[in-house]
């Protein structure tokens, strides 16, 4: 009778705490469902579990399969809570988790064989640890400590352990995608800004100037590159014009060239010169251009009514003119990229343009445009199409250059901006 | 790995390979290049004699190497540069007011003795 009595207190003993482990895990379900931020998901994880064996600490920690090599960097995230200070898992504990996948207990770390030699924090009296797997990954380690009151962990608390691990990691593991997902969506809208700003930047059309056909065309890349082009009135009835190439893609290289672009626009009106121009916004931008950032470009001030350019180059492809009769030449004068070295003399030149005389200027995504065989489309093959389209309007002579880059370079992707603009002189 | 680091005599020597671009090749070279000043390592060549192909933000890591070794008092010089990436630093005109360049690493390496650097800065 009493062995009954006895035996019926320890089933009702068991089925309560059946009960309580299924409302905790219920809870545990409950929580993390609600919750996609991985820090509270994984404080969330940490304090279920040490309330459901008593621990007084705990952490988790993630793992990223991809590093296994490096212990050391192994540890993406750890969320840790509990009294005293919050400590990291110990190596050894996580390699022996790597090699095992199997939930580890140890109510005398010290007197362990499988750990010889490893140096425990002080604080360590026991420890309890379940692999946190999906898909037969490790992805990370569920770990409590020093179960309350100078007790040891059970085979029941390893079991509960494991169940709260196993409900955890795929929840885990949904929030670092999710994460993954929100980053991704996070650089296609940086990408949609970047191709905003240098849309807005763009060019939408060009003056009627007497006497002369002005057009300019910029076909961004697959990614947003740096090319700039300008066109812009100035005090003595002339026109600066600019073509450049800003280093770097995406959202930085179309905040360089807003920056570029309001640098020229307002040094032009302010400089007697093309060279002293270039030697302001030089100076400008080295101070306000991250180190290593630097802009290329061609500027000129186009007097229409004299008939000349006057120009200065930093570091830009030398533009080519080619006139009536088919001959060609290129705008020799060179200079150092902007933004790199502050005190840069830049010199200028001037050109007189004559009745059929076409400038072109252009990007490198053009002379260095590259096809399956790896080889570029260079400068010759740009010669003979400007010279061979020379009698075209400025726009058809774009469009007969576009083309001609577009057959040589066929399936090709192209990885930089083609940017190109003509100002040609028809009377 | 798109670039080697070698240790020759009194300079460290960056070995670049194939394509050099900034957003995928730019972070390694930068923490490498950081680890070597920290040491005092700061005669460094750049050999880019198999090099083939270099994008803006490829040199502006360079030029972004070039500042910091200058602030630590040394200078970075390029090496063995091949015709295409030649024009594109003659082009720029960072060769001459900028870099400095020499036929091969031995002659890099040897320039430091010859013409120690200067520590003339960038920025000045």
Known sequence: MNSQVEDLRRENARLQRAVGELSMLNDLARDLGASLDPDKIMNKIVRRAIKAVDASQGVVTLVSEAEHS?????????????????????????????????????????????????????????????????????????????????????????????????????????????????????????????????????????????????????????????????????????????????????????????????????????SDSAAECLSRANAQLCDSVRRGNFVTLFYGVLDHAGHSIEFANAGHNRPIIVKADATTFELELGGLVLGVKRDFPYSQDSVALDIGDALCVYSDGISEAMNLHRQQFGEERLLRVIVEHRRASAEDLSKAILQSVQDFVGQAQQHDDITLLIVKRVA | ???????????????????????????????????????????????????????????????????????????????????????????????????????????????????????ASLES
């Not at chain 1, 005293?84 to 007197?111: A, D, Y």
């Not at chain 2, 594109?88 to 390496?109: C, N, P, Q, R």
């Open chain 1, 70 to 270: 490096s212990l050391k960097t192994l540890i993406r995230t750890s969320s840790a809570s509990g009294e005293r200070r919050s400590f990291h898992l110990n190596e050894s504990v996580l390699g022996w988790m790597l090699i095992n996948r199997k939930p580890l207990l140890l109510n005398s770390p010290r007197g362990d064989d499988r750990f010889k030699g490893v140096r425990w924090d002080e604080s360590v009296q026991t420890l309890l640890a379940a692999p946190l797997m999906t898909k037969s990954r490790l992805i990370g380690v569920l770990a409590v400590y020093n179960k309350r009151q100078g007790a040891t962990f059970t085979d029941d608390d390893q079991r509960l352990l494991s169940i709260i691990a196993a409900q955890s990691a795929q929840i885990v593991e949904n929030t670092r995608l999710y994460e993954e997902e929100q980053t991704l969506s996070r650089m296609r809208e940086e990408l949609q800004l970047a191709n905003e700003i240098q849309t807005g930047l763009q060019l939408k059309d060009y003056p009627d100037l007497p006497g002369y056909d002005i057009h300019g065309i910029s076909e961004p890349a697959r990614s947003v590159g740096g090319d700039y082009i300008d066109f812009f009135p100035i005090p003595g009835n002339r026109y600066m014009l600019c073509v450049g190439d800003v280093s770097g893609k995406g959202l930085p290289a179309s905040l360089l060239m807003a920056n570029v672009q309001a640098t020229l626009r307002s040094q032009a009106v302010w």
């Open chain 2, 1 to 119: 790995m798109p670039f080697t680091v070698n240790e020759e005599y009194n300079a460290v020597v960056f070995e670049i390979k194939g394509r050099f671009l900034g957003s995928v090749d730019g972070p390694k070279f930068k923490e490498s290049l950081s680890g070597a000043i920290e040491d005092g390592k700061i005669q460094v060549v750049v050999d880019l004699s198999r090099a083939d192909f270099m994008d803006s933000s490829g040199i502006g890591i360079l030029i972004g190497g070039l500042t910091s070794v200058r602030r630590s008092n040394g200078d970075m010089r390029l090496a063995g540069m091949t015709k295409r990436i030649r024009n594109l630093f003659l082009i720029t005109k960072l060769l001459g007011s900028v870099f400095e360049d020499y036929e091969d690493v031995k002659a890099a390496v040897a320039s430091f003795q010859t013409n120690p650097a200067s520590g």
